[in-house]
């Protein structure tokens, strides 16, 4: 009833805005991850003056198990802090290639019909050795199985499962990183 629809950006420019923030937000991330694990250092002088304030006497060593805790697992933290940023970059690079998108840079290519390319069998020729004609069926039947996997690995195929997997990566961290606030504001300091 005279509703009309706008469309404010293209399906590439879209796609394109897409995946330059994916990358920016991981670049990002990656920009503040000295800030991260000094915060997580930092906790060892928390827990020693914590430590002070109660009742009885500590020992040094005690001190010390506390403090070398911090530090030894501060690998694995960067490594929890690391992983998904870079599965995120992957997974967002494999997109690009694989689901034929482009960063907007430059003109889009004109559009690849999906329909498989298939490179011609180079027969050898002929031998009087059987089993050389067995290895020769054998290698068609394998090549002809690899190309019909061509017709299922499409470009929309890689766009359908490497968007989920990057949304699911991206989803995945958000949520354990609130759980790691909740932890740290909450449940850290009782």
């Known amino acids: 009833m005279g509703k009309e629809t706008v469309q404010i950006m293209s399906d590439t420019a879209y796609n394109s805005f897409r995946l330059w923030a994916i990358v920016v937000l991981c670049l990002l991330r990656l920009a503040v991850i000295h800030r991260h694990l000094q915060a997580y250092l930092n906790l060892a002088p928390r827990w020693v003056e914590q430590m002070k304030r109660e009742?009885?006497?500590?020992?040094?060593?005690?001190?010390?198990?506390?403090?070398?805790?911090?530090?030894?697992?501060?690998?694995?933290?960067?490594?929890?802090?690391?992983?998904?940023?870079?599965?995120?970059?992957?997974?967002?690079?494999?997109?690009?290639?694989?689901?034929?998108?482009?960063?907007?840079?430059?003109?889009?290519?004109?559009?690849?019909?999906?329909?498989?390319?298939?490179?011609?069998?180079?027969?050898?020729?002929?031998?009087?050795?059987?089993?050389?004609?067995d290895i020769q069926a054998t290698v068609e039947q394998i090549t002809g199985a690899l190309g019909a996997l061509g017709t299922v690995f499409t470009p929309l195929f890689y766009r359908g499962l490497l968007s989920f997997l990057t949304w699911w990566v991206a989803v995945c961290q958000i949520v354990s990183s609130l759980f790691g606030l909740y932890f740290h504001q909450y449940l850290a300091p009782s």
């Not at 005690?62 to 870079?86: A, F, K």
């Not at 960063?103 to 498989?116: E, H, I």
């Open 55 to 133: 009742a009885g006497r500590i020992s040094v060593l005690e001190i010390q198990q506390r403090i070398t805790r911090i530090y030894c697992y501060v690998t694995v933290v960067t490594l929890q802090y690391l992983g998904p940023i870079i599965l995120t970059l992957h997974c967002t690079l494999l997109l690009k290639t694989l689901g034929e998108y482009s960063w907007g840079l430059y003109p889009a290519p004109a559009p690849v019909s999906p329909a498989v390319d298939t490179a011609p069998i180079i027969r050898a020729a002929p031998s009087t050795d059987t089993s050389g004609e």
